[in-house]
């Protein structure tokens, strides 16, 4: 029904080579290099010789198991070819932190080191993360190189601000990992999604009670956020409608926060008509307090009866007024009878697809950063293995480009 379309579009197995030059922010590289090394991606590091006084290459040795590289015509660092072996098998080549006199380097196509001779001998996508003083950063020369490498299709990650080492506030900190491993998974991922608008719903909503409580359910967001991470990976438009959570928004994907269900039902229709396809992971309440109290309710006596009132099915809505060639895709939170309880809401919301996850297992459903779900289609049912919420994305929308 499924089977998983193009290759994963994860960090396993891929060859990343990582440039490492003098700035301070080369200790914080040494946090990427660790941070691949665990998604079991194969990292060689090579240094400029100015990274040597900020870090030594024996932590980067340490961190990505594999040897590093720091001088072209150093004896016994392995092949006296590496300026063309290393960047001839890599996937990505990622220059973190770039220097101003790495980067002025790079964009006059010097080959005075080996990482810069490593550039112009790479045909593989080339990262640069600029990582510097501001007034070094917002210096007409460094701009002006800068440019350059765009034009040359270097792909330049903006620098973040705040603090700076040097004490100064400004532009040239070096960006947070979360976002450059988007750009970089974002390389490695079939755009089989491009084209596509996809609105996805997650997290909990909140039914008010009285201004201090309310009713609601244990969705942290990851499921949803997971999906809108990998769409964007693969090149989809997407627009996010999140419940409160505690994560942070994923780069470069529209979101729309909302807290209750009759709001998350207003984004919905609201943002519905544009979309391709449609996916509800969020765990919508089914009620709520029928007479929400305008004052902190009182304790009074022992037992105090709440009266519920239903709160509209959002994908059944869907399901009734779906767009021809829209893609709906449904959730089932469910303690037993699955398979049973997944066709029953396939047909009754009149859905494409129906994600049923085990909301009792230990490793799955609410709050957790696995699933182990049940996808079911018209075209049948397809058991996936206990994986992570990304990976089970990544299997979802292989099933959605099936049914495209
Ligand atoms: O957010 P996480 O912590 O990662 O947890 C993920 C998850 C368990 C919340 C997620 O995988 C999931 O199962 N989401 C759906 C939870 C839910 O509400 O299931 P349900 O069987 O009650 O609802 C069925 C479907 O109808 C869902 O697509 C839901 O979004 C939708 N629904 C439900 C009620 C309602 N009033 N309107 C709706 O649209």
Redesign the pocket.
């Given at each position: 029904m499924t089977g998983q379309t193009g290759v994963p579009c994860t960090m396993q197995g891929r060859n990343i080579l990582f440039g490492v030059t003098g700035s301070i922010a080369a200790f914080k590289a040494a946090g990427w290099v660790h941070a691949l090394a665990k998604e079991e991606a194969q990292v060689s590091v090579v240094m400029t010789r100015s990274a040597t006084r900020f870090i030594s290459s024996l932590t980067f040795g340490a961190l990505s198991g594999k040897q590093v590289y720091t001088d072209m015509f150093a004896e016994g660092e392995g092949e006296a070819m590496a300026h063309i072996t290393l960047p001839r098998s890599t996937d990505v080549l990622l220059v973190a932190p770039a220097t101003a006199q790495t980067i002025a380097r790079l964009a006059h196509g010097m080959a005075d080191d080996l990482l810069s001779t490593a550039v112009l001998a790479c045909t593989a996508p080339v990262v640069i993360c600029p990582a510097m003083n501001s007034n070094m950063l917002a210096h007409p020369a460094t701009q002006r190189n800068l440019d350059i490498l765009k034009e040359l299709h270097y792909l330049v990650v903006e620098p973040a601000s705040g603090l700076l080492a040097c004490g100064d506030e400004g532009a040239g900190r070096l960006p947070e990992w979360d976002g450059v491993r988007e750009i970089l998974l974002g390389l490695f991922a079939d755009n089989d999604l491009a084209g596509q608008k996809v609105l996805i719903?997650?997290?909990?909503?909140r039914e008010p009670l009285d201004p201090v409580r309310y009713l609601s359910?244990?969705?942290?967001?990851?499921?949803?956020?997971?999906l809108a991470r990998t769409a964007r990976r693969r090149g989809a438009h997407v627009i996010l409608i999140s419940g409160p959570?505690q994560l942070d928004p994923p780069p470069e994907v529209d979101i729309v926060q909302v807290l209750t269900?009759r709001e998350?039902?207003e984004a919905?229709r609201e943002h519905a008509g544009m979309a391709s396809v449609i996916?509800?992971?969020?765990?919508?309440?089914?009620f709520r307090p029928k007479n929400a109290s305008e004052q902190k309710i009182k304790k009074a006596g022992a037992d105090l009866y709440l009266e519920l009132t239903?709160?509209?099915?959002?994908?059944?809505?869907?399901g009734r007024k779906r767009k021809d060639n829209q893609i709906l895709?449904?959730?089932?939170?469910?303690s037993n009878n699955h398979e049973a309880?997944g066709l029953r809401?396939l047909k009754d919301?009149n859905?494409d697809l129906?994600?049923?996850?085990d909301?009792l297992g230990e490793k799955?459903?609410?709050?957790?950063d696995t699933?182990q779900?049940t996808l079911i289609s018209h075209d049948g049912v397809e058991q996936l293995a206990l994986i992570s919420?990304e990976e089970t994305a990544n299997r979802i929308w292989d099933c959605v480009i099936s049914l495209l």
């Open positions: 719903t997650a997290g909990p909503t359910n244990r969705s942290s967001g990851k499921m949803g956020y997971a959570v269900a998350m039902e919905v996916v509800k992971a969020a765990a919508v309440a089914d239903a709160n509209p099915d959002i994908l059944a809505d869907l895709v449904g959730f089932a939170a469910e309880e809401k919301k859905v129906m994600v049923v996850n909301i799955t459903g609410f709050d957790v699933n779900v919420k």
